[in-house]
């Protein structure tokens, strides 16, 4: 269970340029449930989920992860739970270019400290998990777009986070491949995972795997529905 | 004379020092005042922001403080060549009412500094901040003591006149001459060697207990306090003695120059370390049973006792390796 309590976030705050991009919300988030948050750009859905997911903090409000009040937690604490609790997928897909597709995968999970054979077996079984086993070795740059996006899928899930975040990850897709990505999260949501996605794609929040669409306009929760 | 090199980097660090700790007790008091671990307010989490800045901030000036004794008894020593009579920091410290005085707060500044350092570095493994009103509560008894370290520090160093005729170290740590180092310089080195020893054993002892069995941690800490002091006084009464191989010669000073290898600083750098890890244990001793420092305040006294355990070992090392093996027979001096 994800709370939000009153949580608000302005950016250059007392400056001319000032900019809130959160007003006070308070949301209740249901495990192993697929939730979008549905709205135009600029509305602060990715700035919600930043927050959500420990990548930056509240302006003032709290967020409970499972009870436990994770805002006013030191850094060292707040790296801990971003390795741990989430997983995330970003709009622009962030693969390091140069280094082989297995190697992005396991990139969040060198941190830990894991040794590398047990890591890269794990690694291996979500590539053939995803199909992608014979793309493994191959340098991110030489991937097709769903295949690039897989591999975020996979990174992503790379520590085995209960809590998978997407921004936008369809945006650079066409319909076929953002169809192929809703059947990974519906994969995701058997698994009892709880997915938190940012979109304004119909493919994305008209899916039968959405249990819960949120609308967010200029920084506020419009409805649940 | 305000412009050599160590003065100028004593002056702009104290200045900084002060200001550092100044705009530190600025948000200490609000963070006194209106810390709220509860609320979700910008205030409080404004202050748990800025709390990340000032606990960084205070590390790299309160690791400076610590340094910066050394730097000032490098400084008075090499400014012994500048006047008439002083032979070494001894001398260079008496030119006028502010040497020494000092020489002292920096001493007492540098004990606090590494125990506030001790706190800060428990405070920040606990996920909830369990020491924050504490440590911050202690930087404002700290600030004072800076503050007037940095006037006392300014009002020595404008003050150094080099016309003056200072005393030598020979004539201010001499037994005949009245005052208390004279009265320290005077005790008979056998009781003091067996005060001395036994001080010291009692504490590595009560380190070792408290390293095994988790008990005495108090003890321990003030066993450390009080091996400082044993050890200062030994150091005016005999040990320096065993250094200079001359039975009447007690200067704490001359030991870190060079003609004794600067045997000083390691020495004093050993006994003041070893002092503030042992007094540490005891510092982080009431916060064990604290909730989110139960499995840290356990770990961080055992580091710190085995750092108190080895510096402690290794001062007694040095003075033993040298009243052994000295040229020096004392016997009832």
């Known amino acids: 269970m994800i709370e939000l309590i009153n949580i608000r976030k302005v950016f250059n705050q007392g400056k001319p340029n000032e900019f809130v991009a959160i007003h006070g919300i308070n ?13 135009p750009s600029g509305s602060g859905k990715t700035t919600l989920l930043s927050v959500i997911g420990c990548m930056a903090r509240p302006t003032s409000g709290r967020i409970m992860l499972s009870g436990r009040e994770i805002t006013s937690l030191p850094e060292r604490f707040l790296t801990e739970i971003r390795q741990k609790t989430f997983g995330f997928i970003f709009q622009q897909l962030n693969l390091i270019k140069g280094v082989s597709a297995l190697e992005n995968a396991m990139l969040p999970a060198y941190p830990s400290g894991e040794k590398h054979a047990p890591l890269k077996k794990r690694a291996m079984s979500l590539f053939d998990l995803f199909d992608l086993s014979s793309k493994a070795a191959s340098r991110v740059e030489w991937l097709s777009g769903g295949e690039a996006q897989r591999v975020t899928i996979v990174r992503a899930l790379i520590n085995n986070p209960s809590v998978i975040i997407a921004d936008e990850p369809t945006a650079h897709l066409d319909s076929k491949l953002s169809r192929e990505f809703m059947e990974i999260i519906a994969r995701l949501k058997t698994e009892q995972k709880t997915v938190l996605i940012a979109s304004h794609d119909p493919l994305v929040y008209e899916s039968p795997v959405i249990d819960r669409v949120i609308n967010v306009r200029d920084g506020n929760i419009e409805r649940s529905a | 004379m305000i412009f050599h090199p160590s003065i100028l980097a004593l002056y702009v660090a104290s200045l900084l020092i002060s200001f550092m700790v100044l705009y530190s007790s600025a948000y200490g008091v609000q963070i006194l005042r209106r810390w709220d671990i509860q609320s979700g307010s910008e205030l409080q989490l404004f202050l748990e922001r800025k709390t990340y800045l000032i606990s960084t901030l205070l ?6 403080e610590l340094l910066s004794l050394f730097l000032y008894i490098f400084t008075v020593d090499q400014l012994s060549t500048f006047f008439v009579g002083a032979m070494c920091a001894a001398g260079t410290l008496y030119v006028n009412n502010y040497g020494y005085p000092t020489l002292i707060l920096k001493l007492v500044n540098f004990l606090l500094a590494g125990l506030w350092l001790i706190l800060n570095y428990a405070d920040n493994r606990g996920y909830d901040y369990p020491l924050i009103k504490k440590k911050y509560f202690f930087l404002l008894i700290l600030t004072p003591l800076i503050f007037a370290e940095t006037v006392l520090q300014a009002n020595y160093f404008l003050g150094l006149n080099p016309n003056i005729i200072t005393s030598c170290c020979g004539s201010l740590f001499s037994v005949g001459e009245q005052g208390f180092t004279s009265e320290v310089v005077a005790l008979p080195s056998i009781p003091m060697k067996i005060v001395f020893y036994v001080a010291m054993a009692l504490t590595i002892a009560s380190g070792l207990y408290f390293y095994y069995k988790n008990k005495g941690a108090y003890f321990f800490s003030c066993a450390s ?15 320096c003695l065993y250094f200079y191989e001359l039975p009447t010669h007690h200067c704490p000073f001359c030991i870190l120059q060079k003609e004794y290898g600067y045997v000083g600083y390691p020495l004093y750098l050993t006994l003041l370390s070893g002092t503030i890890s042992g007094m540490g244990v005891g510092v982080l001793m009431p916060f064990r049973n ?4 139960s499995e840290i305040v356990p770990s961080v006294q055992k580091k710190l006792t085995l750092a108190s355990l080895i510096l402690f070992t290794l001062f007694t090392a040095i003075v033993t390796y040298r009243t052994v ?4 027979i004392l016997e009832g001096y």
């Open chain 1, 27 to 39: 949301l209740l988030i249901t495990p192993h449930q697929v939730t979008v948050f549905k709205g």
């Open chain 2, 59 to 64: 590390t790299y000036v309160f690791g400076f």
């Open chain 2, 225 to 239: 306090a009080i091996t400082l002091l044993t050890s200062l006084v030994s150091i005016l009464s005999f040990i």
């Open chain 2, 290 to 293: 604290t909730k989110s420092l």
């Open chain 2, 325 to 328: 093996f000295s040229n020096l």
